[in-house]
């Protein structure tokens, strides 16, 4: 996980840095500068396998992002794009959930008795009523 953190955030920063390069028009140089800087973040810490700060640097770049998009300094499109690439590390940078083992219900008896596991009211067994192996009537099979 750790490595693959690292690997998406790499990929991340190399495809924002280019980006800016090809399309000043699209960021304002400041906008660009901060964002670029809050990638650093981000990458730094997924490296370190900090999730929890990576995360949060994540948080603090989708701030900056929001209020550069306020200011004008980035076009929707590029505002799009940028958003994209915080998601695809968001997502990556998420522990998976962890699956929810429901319990097993439990026979219910009722009160001042206890189930010991062995049920022997069927056929052939000795209920005591006379019908069963070992009960004081006829057997089935006579």
Same mark, same amino acid.
């Given at each position: 996980?750790? &490595? ?5 955030? #790499?990929? @991340?920063? @190399? ?13 304002? &140089?400041?906008?660009?500068? !901060? ?5 650093? +973040? #981000?990458? /730094?810490? $997924? @490296? ?8 949060? &640097?994540? !948080? /603090?770049?989708?701030?900056?992002? !929001?209020? +550069?998009? $306020? ?5 929707? /499109? ?5 958003? %994209? @690439?915080?998601? #695809? ?22 009160? %001042?008795?206890?189930?010991? %596991? ?16 070992? %009960? ?7």
């Amino acid at each position: 996980m750790r &490595r693959l953190a690292w690997l998406i955030c #790499v990929a @991340a920063v @190399a495809a924002f840095l280019a980006g800016c390069a090809t399309a000043p028009l699209t960021l304002s &140089r400041q906008a660009s500068t !901060d964002l670029q800087a809050g990638v650093v +973040a #981000v990458a /730094e810490s $997924a @490296a370190a396998g900090d999730q929890a700060t990576a995360l949060t &640097r994540l !948080d /603090e770049l989708q701030e900056r992002l !929001d209020a +550069a998009v $306020a200011a004008g300094d980035v076009t929707a /499109e590029r505002a799009a794009s940028i958003q %994209g @690439a915080i998601e #695809v590390v968001r997502a990556d940078l998420q522990p998976a959930p962890t699956p929810s083992i429901e319990p097993v219900p439990q026979p219910t008896v009722g009160p %001042g008795l206890t189930d010991d %596991g062995n049920d022997n009211s069927g056929p052939g067994n000795s209920n005591g009523n006379g019908n069963g192996n070992s %009960g004081n009537g006829k057997g089935r099979g006579d």
